[in-house]
């Protein structure tokens, strides 16, 4: 069984496909890093309403939350081209207080550098067969994705046949002061 803890063992090699980053790869890859998810945090309006005005403070609790050693709830994936970061995964562990009922939801999904659509397509079908894998093993039911973002609609259609995806509709209202 693949838990957090144990497949954070993993060091970057020389183009693999995704995996979960250890608390070392994190560590020194962390300014390159961040700076990944700063984009994905302020890249589309939906992203701004969860982080909000604040990306240092939400940063910070993320890589204590990274990088702590007893935590089981936050993972960053990461996959390399070349011993260069090429697509990073936020992903977290929640468990409904309701039922008890666990799933991962994919938080923050950014890609460095451009790839062709059947590269793509590939890096989506490995990513999915990965994390997926890990959420099994972590007794979650589902995976969830909020996405203000069209491509990820699309990409959610084009996937159906492998995933069994359920896409459904978000919506916030924001309360003023």
């Given at each position: ?57 939400a940063i910070n609790i993320i890589f204590d939350k990274l990088t ?110």
């Amino acid at each position: 069984m693949l838990m957090a803890d144990q497949s954070r063992q993993r060091t970057p090699t020389h183009d693999v496909m995704i995996h979960l980053a250890s608390r070392y790869e994190i560590i020194n890859n962390w300014d390159e890093f961040s700076d990944q998810l700063r984009v994905s945090f302020v890249s589309s309006e939906g992203a701004l309403v969860y982080i909000g005005n604040d990306f240092d403070k939400a940063i910070n609790i993320i890589f204590d939350k990274l990088t702590n050693p007893f935590n089981t709830d936050m993972q960053l994936w990461v996959e390399y081209h070349d011993n260069v970061p090429n697509y990073l995964v936020l992903t977290q562990v929640i468990q409904c207080e309701f039922t008890g009922r666990k799933t991962l939801v994919l938080f923050a999904m950014t890609k460095i550098s451009e790839s062709d659509k059947e590269t793509l397509a590939k890096r989506y079908f490995d990513a999915y067969q990965t994390v997926s894998a890990f959420a099994k093993a972590n007794n979650c039911v589902g995976m969830t994705c909020y996405s203000d973002l069209d491509y990820f609609a699309e990409k959610a259609k084009e996937t159906r046949d492998y995933t069994n995806v359920v896409s459904r509709y978000m919506f916030y209202f924001p309360i003023g002061d």
